[in-house]
């Protein structure tokens, strides 16, 4: 099996494993408090629409990322996700009124479902990066050794001698 083949594979395991957490970011955007009803060209749906999953297996830092790229979103509303996330003050005039402006209120709605929704994720993607560690590259597929590649935050003890077993 040559590089190219194990590289196309390695990725399409990883994005396997971070995909569930793309449906649930966007469906926590569909779901911002507004009084109008969700539209698919508002802002709501320029920001599920730009919400994407990105996959690294290049350098040291090969991984999966969730991002609500701003990028993606229409030319005036660039800095938007994070000013909806509570990341940046959002101010704008009422109804193009430039004499009066207001504050508006952050809906959070990316990291709270990234952190109930992560730790699986990350469980898989480690049991991915440990597969491809230790066998991808001979060509065997087989599963990780229990608590090889375990997060820090996952562990019981600061001095644990014994690696948990991994789900």
Do not use: C
Request: cysteine-free.
């Amino acid at each position: 099996m040559d590089d190219k083949e194990l590289k196309k594979r390695f990725r399409k395991e990883l994005r396997k494993a971070a995909a569930p957490l793309v449906p649930k970011v966007r469906q926590s955007i569909r779901s911002i408090p507004s009084k109008q009803a969700y539209s698919p060209d508002g802002l709501r749906g320029a920001l599920s629409r730009a919400t994407r999953l990105e996959v690294k297996t290049v350098g040291k830092q090969a991984g999966v990322a969730i991002r609500v790229d701003g990028r993606k979103m229409p030319s005036h509303m660039k800095s938007l996700p994070s000013m909806v996330e509570g990341k940046k003050r959002w101010r704008h005039p009422v109804y193009g009124n430039r004499e009066n402006w207001v504050n508006q209120s952050a809906e959070p709605y990316f990291y709270h479902v990234v952190r109930l929704a992560g730790p699986a994720s990350r469980r898989a993607v480690s049991k991915v990066l440990d597969q491809r560690g230790e066998g991808w590259l001979s060509g065997r597929f087989e599963a990780p050794r229990p608590g090889f590649g375990r997060l820090p935050q996952e562990r019981t003890g600061a001095r644990s001698a014994r690696p948990l077993p991994v789900e």
